[in-house]
């Protein structure tokens, strides 16, 4: 039914009385009429697959049989009907000879070109007379230009009324002509799911909607319904597509209502007592039942045990007004109604709110808070300074309305620990609510109770299951929350997060306002861009950064590998993990801003160690100078040098007693064998920077992420062609208007660089510059790299290596100015991770240096530059001999 047809100049034409075929449907005729059988026979039977006839609709006063009566129609199902306004023409009037009979009638100036699908002759008996029946598919559409007679029946000179694919590609273009389709589509599909649910057909009809295209869908749907003849002319008609999109909606929606006109009805006349009612009447016996017996009705204590609770929830008066209401409204209705179980769902969230209820407010000791994140958190010097002057206000002033804190950093740099923190500090109970991957709005605010499986938002859900109204509430991943049809979160946050209007908060399913102008928001976030302005402005940023491998090697000493040993039921007596080894695994096996991996890694070793314990339980050696044992574990006494099997340990032994039945002779210390036994080969190696810029053309940059900062390759290399540039490497458009801008800067500068011997000299002349930001499966983009294409590409002309130790980062103007760029403290860390020595900053980037540690600063040279020149100064080795002066 898809493909075009290509129609001759003239067609046999078949009339049809008071019948209309339309392209794509499916009709079977039965021939008996000389003219139609002479017709069939020269035009169908003869020429077998190619043949092809015009299908024209006829009427007349008399409604009498043609010479093709239709047997039946459709499109491999029932018919249905529906309607459409009359548009048929009539065209001349002719003759048609039917029984020996002399009558005029009307021929319509507009028919279908039919194909036959199914052949069958026949004779009658005893008159000798041959029949056909056909089985004939609608085509295309076409217009009659001239009506003649071939014999004894008719032929047409005609046009084709179908348009051509560039048409119908520029029509799908039109708006107009979307809206109609996705509406016509919306319709048949609805109209489809209702007649398979009544049918219990599979999925078959739904496949049409996805393979034909929608302007001879409308001709298949309308075909398959019974209409009147008047309406089938105006479908006929509607050579517009979208008249015809127009019309055919109009049709199956017209046929859509009738059929749940129709249920509705049957729907009443079905049986009186249904089975809701069977339960009320079984049910009200059952009660009487009860009354007689005396016994107590157990929704009836349940009911006033609710409204005990209600009175203790201390809401306030309107709130409880409300509350009343709707609870007399439950104790109207029968357990077996629809709205009851919502009903006292909701009665419950009212009476488990802490409308009064708050966690008592100690008085604050600042010395001990600052204790308390000094024993929790290594580092974080100005996080923790920030923490403690919001403290300090709370102390003198506890009512005031302090700002949403909002820590901003890489993974596991300890922004929902310092959370926990301040929560320890004020002696409040802490929730966490993640808001990572939250699309819908009602996350937030709450289902309408009209919803079925309507709920409370996180927020309210998050008081409920806390029991107090001034919980520090961490809102974890903001920066992660999404928007769609469903609304936005973030929008949302902007009522929750401000202080003049989050003591009225609106949840939907609440219905009442709630005041969370007690709860002390913080917030988390990787990121601050994805976070929209507006929800932005309400809180109050704090970076964190990442921590450089000296503190990374404290906070494992102090914090890590003692929680890793705990969770592995292990002690110092069992496994120790010196300092060289814990630098080991920090320089060799991880690179990152927090301390997550390097964990992973420690617990790694821990497991390992374990596994030997573990192998120990049942035969551990004892030495000849350890004293004898003495435990209720063992059950027989111990001899020198006597080996032990130890089966049972009892539930309620104590760690003293565990680690007394497992000690070892000596404890497992970890080196460097076991590390690269358990973790495998190193993953990072000192090297790296030297081997990857050994040759010329190879430059290090510095580049910020979402998980800290990274150091970045830029490779370059050149090959005959004809001087295209190509880039690779999953680029952004602004790091290849800076590869363009680069190679521009570098051509124009070729004599004064001495790249080129005179200013004629053109660099690309005969070859390709290829580009490459390896690793090739990580998106890159932004404009920080500009300077590290053009050290790159000056490092590829001259052919002189860039030096090993030196990385660097700046936006580049085409004059050769280096502007300044964003998040330089953690590409500073980054480069101090990689072992980098030299770093060069845009100058106007000096500011930022204030916010690097001192450790890391006295380790690095930092040089600033203020133009392209001063860069390539300082990034061969023994400077740029071949620059000369700029002339701008």
């Known amino acids: 039914m898809g493909e075009s047809v290509e129609l001759p100049t003239r067609l046999a034409i078949l009339p049809f009385r008071n019948k209309v075929l339309l392209p794509g449907a499916i009709i079977r005729i039965r021939c008996t009429s000389p003219s139609s059988v002479k017709l069939v026979e020269q035009e169908l039977w003869q020429r077998e697959e190619k043949g092809l006839i015009g299908i024209l609709p006829v009427r007349d006063s008399a409604e009498t049989a043609t010479s093709g009566t239709a047997v039946s129609s459709g499109v491999g199902g029932e018919s249905a009907d529906l309607g459409l306004k009359n548009q048929a023409g009539i065209s001349d009037t002719h003759k048609l000879d039917s029984k020996n009979q002399q009558e005029v009638i009307h021929w319509h100036d507009r028919g279908v070109a039919a194909r036959a699908l199914h052949l069958s002759r026949g004779v009658e008996k005893p008159s000798g007379r041959v029949t056909y029946i056909v089985v004939l598919e609608g085509l295309c559409r076409f217009n009659v230009q001239e009506l003649s007679t071939r014999g004894t029946y008719y032929t047409a000179r005609i046009t084709s009324l179908d348009m051509t694919k560039g048409e119908m590609e520029f029509i799908e273009q039109d708006q107009e002509f979307v809206a109609l389709s996705r509406q016509f589509k919306a319709t048949a599909m609805e109209l489809i799911s209702i007649l398979e649910q009544k049918q219990k057909t599979g999925g078959r009809t739904k496949v049409l909607l996805e393979t034909v295209p929608v302007h001879k869908l409308a001709d298949i749907f309308v075909a398959s319904f019974e209409i009147s003849f008047e309406e089938q002319l105006s479908m006929l008609d509607s050579v517009d597509v979208k008249v015809r999109l127009s019309k055919a909606t109009e049709l199956v929606d017209r046929h ?89 769902v909701y009665l419950e969230l009212l009476a488990d709110l802490p409308w009064e209820k708050a966690s008592p407010e100690l008085e604050l000791d600042l010395k001990a808070a600052k204790e308390h994140l000094d024993v929790d958190h290594y580092g974080l010097a100005k996080v923790k300074q920030r923490i403690i002057e919001y403290l300090a206000v709370r102390k003198l002033k506890p009512d005031a309305r302090g700002p949403v804190l909002c820590f901003v950093g890489p993974p596991g740099v300890g922004k929902t620990s310092l959370a926990s923190s301040i929560a320890a500090s004020l002696g409040r109970k802490f929730i966490r609510i993640s808001l990572g991957g939250v699309k819908d709005e009602a996350d937030i605010r709450g289902h309408r109770r009209t919803y079925i499986g309507s709920m409370p938002g996180r927020l309210i859900d998050g008081l409920k299951r806390v029991g107090v109204r001034n919980p520090v509430m961490l809102l974890d991943e903001i920066d992660k929350t999404g928007s769609d049809v469903r609304g936005d979160p973030a929008s949302a946050l902007l009522e929750v997060l401000d202080p003049e209007q989050n003591k009225t908060f609106n949840d939907h399913y609440l219905n009442v306002p709630f005041d969370l102008s007690k709860v002390i928001f913080v917030a988390t976030a990787n990121r601050m861009q994805p976070i929209p302005p507006p929800l932005l402005d309400r809180m109050e940023v704090i970076e964190l950064p990442g921590y450089t491998p000296e503190e990374k090697l404290k906070i494992a000493i102090r914090h890590l590998i003692p929680r890793v040993l705990d969770q592995h039921g292990l002690s110092s007596d069992f496994l120790q993990i010196p300092e060289d080894m814990v630098k080991l695994v920090i320089q060799r096996y991880t690179r990152e801003a927090g301390v997550r991996n390097l964990e992973r890694n420690l617990a790694a070793l821990a497991r390992a160690a374990a596994v030997k314990v573990a192998e120990q339980e049942h035969l551990v050696p004892f030495a000849k100078d350890v004293q004898r044992l003495s435990s209720p574990l063992l059950d027989g006494k111990l001899a020198e040098s006597a080996e032990v099997e130890m089966e049972v340990i009892l539930m309620g032994v104590n760690n003293h007693d565990i680690s007394s039945a497992f000690r070892v002779a000596s404890p497992m210390v970890v080196d460097e064998p076991m590390v690269e036994k358990v973790l495998g080969p190193p993953r990072y190696d000192d090297r790296e920077t030297a081997e990857r810029v050994a040759n010329p053309g190879v430059s290090v940059g510095l580049v910020w992420t979402a998980f800290g900062g990274e150091v970045q390759f830029v490779e370059a290399t050149a090959m005959v062609g004809k001087g295209d540039l190509h880039l690779t490497g999953q680029l952004g458009d602004v790091i290849k208007e800076s590869a363009q801008i680069a190679l521009t800067w570098v051509r124009a500068r070729a004599t004064e660089l001495k790249l ?14 290829h580009i490459h930001f390896p690793a090739g499966a990580v998106p890159k983009d932004g404009p920080s790299a500009g300077v590290t294409l053009v050290t790159s590409l000056v490092s590829l002309f001259s052919k002189r290596r860039v030096r090993a130790d030196t990385a660097m980062t700046g936006e580049m103007t085409l004059r050769g100015m280096v502007l300044p760029v964003g998040g330089v403290k953690d590409k500073v860390l980054a480069a101090h991770r990689h072992g980098i020595k030299r770093v060069i900053l845009p100058e106007r980037n000096l500011k930022d240096l204030v916010e690097v540690p001192a450790t890391v600063l006295s380790s690095l040279e930092i040089i600033l530059a203020k133009r392209m020149e001063d860069v390539l100064e300082q990034a061969f080795e023994g400077g740029c001999p071949w620059r000369q002066h700029s002339k701008l």
């Open 256 to 344: 859509l209502q009738s059929i749940r006109v129709a249920e509705k009805i049957t729907q009443k006349v079905e049986g009186q007592l249904s089975k809701s009612q069977k339960e009320f009447l079984l049910r009200q016996q059952m009660k009487a039942i009860k009354e007689e017996l005396g016994d107590n009705d157990d929704e009836e204590d349940d009911l006033v045990a609710l409204e005990r609770k209600m009175q203790g929830a201390g809401m306030p008066a309107s709130i409880w007004k409300h509350a009343l209401r709707e609870l007399r409204r439950l104790k109207k209705m029968q357990p077996q109604q629809p709205g009851y179980n919502s009903s006292r």
């Open 756 to 769: 080129a011997i005179s200013e004629e000299t053109n660099l690309l002349e005969g070859r390709d510059i």
